[in-house]
């Protein structure tokens, strides 16, 4: 198939967001248990009555932590629910460990009865419309997004992820009942800003017709991403939604790049 081949096959029907809102909320959690999963990944289990109406439609919805700060003024961050079970009231955060901001030094220093407050998730964005194939890309701190996605597809849905990695222990298996090939690419920390290793994978992926593309890292990763995948790969408006997670040198920085 050719590039033009992909673009008339893609810009057929692009699916259709749906801006669902939630209730925008404060709980406050206990931390339950910290899990090491790897050198670069650092799991925090959390529970609380405040979960019983917890909420989150899709798998990249985000909540904020009010990190404490010594000011009183906390310090906002954001991360995804990866996991959560309002029967049992829990809820799991996947931390990914780097040269410690305030979110990761907690995280890092966090113990079974540590408290912390959240808000959100304030909505959700929800497609609807035709996706045969979902292209999934992204560094460390997109893993929980990809995780979940791959976890909570339907069966028939066919997925590929292709995550930047700094080790190949920060590797993590997935459940699900999904088709789903996945491409870990290793690079070290240092190049966490640099989309070339991404970029190199993904040019030995073939794009199917019908493929939704979600990309989620460095937000200049993400963004030469986009434009490879529009630019070089033909994809056509409507079929991708990319998202700065954290911006290189700028604390709590995030941007959406569509
Ligand atoms: C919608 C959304 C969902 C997210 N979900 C998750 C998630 O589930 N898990 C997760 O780990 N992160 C997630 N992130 C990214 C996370 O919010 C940022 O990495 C955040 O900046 C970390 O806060 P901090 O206080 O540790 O560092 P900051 O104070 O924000 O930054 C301190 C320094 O560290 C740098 N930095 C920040 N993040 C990284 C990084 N990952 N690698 C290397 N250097 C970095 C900054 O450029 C800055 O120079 C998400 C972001 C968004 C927007």
Excluded: C
Excluded at 33 to 54: K, P, V, W
Excluded at 220 to 243: C, E, N, Q
């Amino acid at each position: 198939m050719t590039l033009n081949d992909h673009a008339t096959a893609l810009s057929e029907a692009p699916p259709v967001i749906e801006r669902a809102r939630l209730e925008l909320k404060r709980r406050n959690l206990t931390i339950a248990r910290s899990e090491r999963l790897s050198d670069g990944m650092l799991r925090l289990h959390f529970t609380s009555e405040d979960l019983a109406d917890f909420a989150s439609l899709a798998p990249d919805d985000h909540i904020k932590l009010f990190i404490p700060n010594a000011d009183g003024q906390p310090f906002m961050r954001e991360y995804t629910p990866r996991r959560f079970d309002t029967a049992a009231r829990t809820l799991i955060i996947d931390f990914a460990v780097h040269d410690a901001g305030p979110a990761t030094s907690w995280a890092l220093k966090a113990q079974a009865g540590d408290t912390i407050e959240i808000g959100g998730p304030r909505g959700s964005a929800l497609l609807h419309g035709r996706i045969d194939h979902w292209l999934l890309i992204g560094d460390e701190t997109a893993i929980p997004a990809i995780g979940r996605r791959i976890e909570e597809a339907a069966p028939g849905v066919t997925l590929t992820s292709v995550m930047a990695i700094a080790a190949d222990e920060d590797r993590q298996s997935f459940e699900g009942r999904a088709t789903h090939r996945e491409i870990w690419v290793t690079r070290p920390v240092s190049d966490s800003a640099n989309a070339q290793p991404l970029i190199t994978a993904l040019n030995q992926i073939e794009l199917l017709p019908a493929t939704f593309v979600w990309i989620a890292a460095e937000a200049k990763v993400a963004k030469a991403i986009r434009t490879y995948m529009t630019d070089t790969r033909g994809l056509p408006a409507g079929w991708f939604r990319a998202s700065g997670y954290w911006q290189m040198g700028e604390p709590g920085a995030h941007m959406s790049i569509d």
